[in-house]
């Protein structure tokens, strides 16, 4: 104490002496459970608002490149092999794998019920080392060898697979429209696994067959729709995708994993900065409390303020002293918020507390990810509100007149 100045040491000499009055002990105890709550609500809220954002990120990157390739007007790729090579010599490429999309219908070969699907013809092997497509079967047929999806085989979302009551090593039909003089085109194929990406859109109506198959089922020889482009940084993404449109011109239309789901993360963010800000309101409140809290206690120490104006005080180091008295009593609440909130965030990560219907959210728990930058971020606003609420009692106090303090103090 004796390396602090001594203003705060008056102002930590009041806050102690504050057990004598039951009602100004209350007071400053409700001015720090409220900055308390406040930054607690805050930290575990924008904590699992976080775990939500990345867990539905690794969904979609486990289901999505970083970045598609492909044509503006609709045109295949003729000359794939070329342009694979030019995608490659960007260093911030590691993977890149040709791909083929096409819709049609599928049904089971016991049921006359139907379904759209959109079928993507890959390379199992590049797809995987991409996706982590292996990592999402739940079941693979016995014939299923993990390198490639085989002939007259597919790969569908689990579903898609519960929809129509197929399993792996079921028999499906594929039909695929032709032109206005043909009839559709039918195909018998196999399941051959059953995966599970855990987003229902991609998991309802995607299936997957190999590259070399749908060339021959499509008549497309050599030709393909576009490129899965994976880099080493998926948050630099955008910045790639950028260099690769430069490098590809017109026709080719290049676009990153966040671009394809702008939408999706934009309104995720939206409601995290709103959270924030509602919860703040909660800090704000207990400003107000630490105002209020002062006043009186300037109130209270009206004669003891005359008595150190009297002895040489200035009216500033009268005013610092309460001043600090706002510090102290934000800064506990803040720390005490900031301790709660790390160790309820913990609890609900490690701790299956609250059990979630898989079925919706394709969890059983609540994902939480706590950001050192979030804590920061809150921890910064809370300090900035409660030393600010200390301003205006501290002017207050400034204004007393000595004589007068001591006389009706």
Known sequence: MNMLPVEFFIAFRYLKARKKGFFSLLTTFIAIGGTSLGVAALVVTLAVMSGFQSDIRNKILGIQ???????????????????????????????????????GVIRSLGSAASTGVVIKAINYENEDSMLGLS???TIADINFNGKKIGEKSIILGNELAKGIAVGAGDEVFLMFPGDFRSIPKMY??????VVQSGMYDFDSSLGFIDLEEGQKLFSMQDEITGFDVNTN????????????????????????????????????????IMMFLILGLIILVAAFNIISNLLLLSVQKSKEIGIMSAMGFSKFSISKIFFYEGLIVGSSGTALGITFGLIVSFVLKYFNIFKLPKGIYYVDKLPVTVIPADIVMVAASAFIITVAAGIYPAYQVSKLEPLEAIRYG
């Open 135 to 137: 990592k999402q079967i």
């Open 65 to 103: 490149p970083h970045i598609v390739v492909i044509r503006i007007d609709g045109e295949l790729f003729k000359d794939y092999l070329q342009i694979e090579n030019k995608i490659k010599t960007n260093n911030a490429v590691l993977n890149v794998s040709p791909f083929i999309y096409k819709q």
């Open 233 to 272: 940084d998926f948050d630099r993404a955008v910045t790639t995708a950028s260099q690769l449109q430069k490098d590809l011109s017109y026709p080719y239309r290049v676009k990153a994993w966040i671009e394809m789901n702008r939408n999706l993360f934009s309104a995720l963010k939206l409601e995290k």
């Open 188 to 193: 018998k194929f196999t399941v051959s696994a």
